[in-house]
Structure formats: structure tokens, C-alpha cells
């Protein structure tokens, strides 16, 4: 006999009086993505009617409840893990989670039986019921998806192209396709319909009825569509990293099953043709001891070969992160500014430090977004890239500038990062040199040279003439003499910088001359504290140029 407030009831009793706390609807979600599961205890239908005995409303309020779940042959928690608990609140649904291993997850996803257990009052009363229905509703996408890129104009339509895996989705009415993208602290979604008029054979239509045949979805604005992308685009422009996916949504024995895979890869369409014009759009960014760095693949300049119509202003927006470090910079220049500078600089925040310190390879990523602005601020055209952010190798270098020659003498850095010392060493590379102001570069002379650069040594020295000028950049003065002479002198009143490029990086030093003669200027740069590196690790850096 167990006495609860007065009211004197047998163990049977009690039990029953307390398995008609919760519904018989109660059911289970899954989450693969997070492997979690979540116990959605539904309120008895009539607990508001029950007036006799109603213990449920009488004793269990404000009271703590231990929750399991059971499987045919796994229980969650498992024994000697933390307790998995609520606190009752009468006629209220009540969400229960349980964290479970990948394994464990993996395990139990096809079954589609389960009972929950519950003790009231540590133990004192334990009811066990069925759940009505099991449902998983983020299967992991790579069961369908083998990639997903995601390519969309600016304020108007989506291609998504994909490479399916072989999937058991059906391709019918019941099939409901759409993007889900993060809108402050909810996630939103855009719908894909099916095509029902010239429709690319390879594209999502429901006389298609073989899911792996679709390789391409589209998000067309439409009166249906147009509420839902301005929305997306507009989160989307404040940030670039906010969760994208995409979903199918599909019934299974009697449930809903909704698969979810993340973007592979999301690009901004080429609207301008500057894809097949220009050869150097993907921009990588650099961690520097001091200063945070992009650089365009291939270029000398920013200015791009293709014709940016409209355009009056750049916007630059740069992420970097790795799983506990992020930084943000941004900033905005006239397009004649922004085609005169050689690469974008940023000084260091005290994240992008950390970033610096913590660096991993594998892990420091980067969202570099190069937009094309109209006079309203409109966005006309962007480039977007998602890469790995690098550290550069270059430590220290003296320039020398002889009346018929540049030398140019630099040290590799033995940073165990520095991604350079993999790779293996080549012969075409090129020396530019420049000057700031205003902050605004402007180009004084590149040079193509044959030079084995090894990175395995760590001192370098080399020299150049002007029969290895490179001709076909815009330049402060015509020729290289004449560019030769500006330099010197420039170099009494300008800061001065040079760059390296080879065909695995950039690297940009840049320092304020220390000595000058009449036969040659010589100037140094001691300490990485005046450095600006950039380093870009790609196999196709500046291919134009060779």
C-alpha cells in the first residue's frame, strides 16, 4: 500500500491511475544528423474530466519523473549513465531527449518498435508504455546525395545540381523537395516544385520517376517562391555561413521521413561571363603574423578582364574560422580603388590571432565574398569562395635596387605549418614591386624569372633585368626604365612593398625604406612583426602568366 496525500490506493491502482498521465499518441523523433532522440509525451485526452483520483493533477505536478526509452535489445540511458529526467506540468506536452553514440544511433534507426518507462517519485511508481509512432526526421543526406552544389543569381533563381546515390525515394506527388536555410534562430524553408514545362531531362519532374536520373533542382522566383528568397537573401547577404541544406520529404510505413544533406559547394552564378573571360576569380585568404590577407588565384591586380558594367563600388566580406576561433572583416571601396590594389589587407583581431596560433590545416576555413554594388548598393554580380585559410613561408627579405638590376634576397620561415614545405619546388615564378598610397597600390614593375625555388633552403637570392618585365600590366609608367627610375624615387617618400609569386603562393612584403644610396636602395624587413605575408597554396596560381 502506498499513501499519496491522503488518498489511499493499491499498487495497481496507482499505476493505472498514473499510465493515463500521458496519451497513448506519444511518439519518438530521431534526429540522425545529431543522433538524438526525443520522447514526445502527449497529454491524456480527457485529464482535464478525470475527477476521481486524478493523481496525475493531485501529486505529480512540479515533481520529478525518470524517463527510458526500451528497444527490443538496447535500453537509453544505458545503466550507470546520468539519468534522463522531467519535471511534470500537468496536461502539458512534455519533450524528452536522448543523446546517443553514432553507433548506437545507426543501430536502432530501421526499428520501429520502442516502449518508454517511467518512474514517479524516484522509483516509488514505474509505468511502461508503447510508443504510437517511431519517425527519423533528418536521415543523413549521403544516402541520397553523393554532392550538392547550390548556384544562385543574386536576389533571383537557384540551380541546384546534384550527383545522386542510389536512394530509396520514390518520385511521386507525395514527394516534397525544398531548401531550408537559417532565418535568425528558426530555419525556414524555399519549395522546389517539379518542372512541368521545358524541362531539362536531367531535372526534377514527376514524369521523371527514377530519383537517381534527377541531377538538377531549380528554385524559379515565382508569385509561390518570391516571399521565400527574398527572405533567404536577405539573411544570406548579412551571412554567409548561415546553415543551408537540402531536403526531400517522404512518407514511410505510415510516418514522414525527411532527408537532409548540407551544400557541397555554394557559388554565385556568372551572370557577366567572367568565368569564361578572366582565369583568377576564386580569392583565398592568408593568416599572417600581422595582418589577415586575400589574394586572387592568378592576378597581379584585383581588376578583373571582364567587363563589370554597372559597378561603381566593391564591398569585400571575409569569415574566418575553425571550430572555437571566428573573425569577420569588411570593407568597401570604389571600383577604380579596388582594381588598382593588389590583393585586400586586414589588420589582425584577437581572434584572427588565436586563429593564427590554433592553426590547423584541416580546420581554418575561410568565406571570401567579392561583391559588385551599383549606385544604390544593389548587388550587380559577387564572387564567393570556400576554401582553407593558409599560412605563407616567407619570413624576411631585402630588396636591392641597382641602376640595371633588382635583387631580391628572402628566408623561408620554419613554421610546421607553413603548407609550402610539401610542396615541390619550381622553376617560373615572378617578383613584382609596388607602392601604397592612400591606400591604394600601385604597380611599378613584374618581372617573370626561371629561379629553382626550394623551399627546403631557407635562404634565397635572386636578380632581374627588364628583358623579363612583364609588359601586360597597368603600371604607374609606361616602360620598365621609366618604372625603374619612379621607383627610386618613390622610395624616398613611399612605402615600398614587393611580392613574390610563384606557382604555389603570393607573398606581398611590404616595409618603409631604412637606408637609400645613389647605385642602389636597400631596405629589410628584420622582424615578422613588419611583414605583411601572404601565402596562397594552389596548384593553378597564376597560370596566365606562363
Known sequence: MIQFAHVHVTMTSVSSS?????????????????????????PFERLDKITNENLCKMYLPGKVVVTQIHYDDMSFPRTGEAEVNFIYQFNQEIVVTFQLSPTDYLHIIDKQNAMYELWYDVNLVKV?????????????????????????????DMDIRVLPNSCAVKVDPSLQVYVEFQEGLVNSQIPIYPCTSDCDPAEFQLSQTDFGLTKLYRVKKTPATETQLASFYSHFIENRRIHISMNLKFPKNSFFVVVSRNFDNIIAKDTWGCKTNDVHLDAFTILNPNLVSIQFRDSLTNKLKCNTQDAVKVKIDIYVYDQKYSTRYQRQYSIEEFNQNIGIQFNNTAESIKLRENYNVDLSKTVVVVSYLNSTGDILWEIISYHFAYIGCVSRATLHLYSDQTCLNFSFDSHSMCVIQKIPSTGKNTLGIYYVEDNISHSLGFYRFNYEIDYKILHHSVCFVCDQYIPDVIYAKQSCVQNQLFTKEKIKSSIIGFGIVTKFEFIILESVVTEYQNFFVFFAVVSVSLLILVGVFTAILINKLY
Not at 534526429?31 to 526525443?38: E, G, T
Not at 504510437?132 to 543574386?154: M, P, R, W
Open 18 to 42: 498514473f499510465s493515463e498521465c500521458f496519451s497513448a499518441k506519444s511518439y519518438i523523433n530521431g534526429d540522425s544528423l545529431k543522433n538524438q532522440l526525443s520522447l514526445h509525451l502527449l
Open 128 to 156: 511502461n508504455n508503447s510508443v504510437n509512432t517511431i519517425s527519423h526526421t533528418k536521415y543523413n543526406g549521403t544516402n541520397c546525395f553523393q554532392k550538392l552544389e547550390l548556384e544562385y543569381t543574386i536576389y533571383g
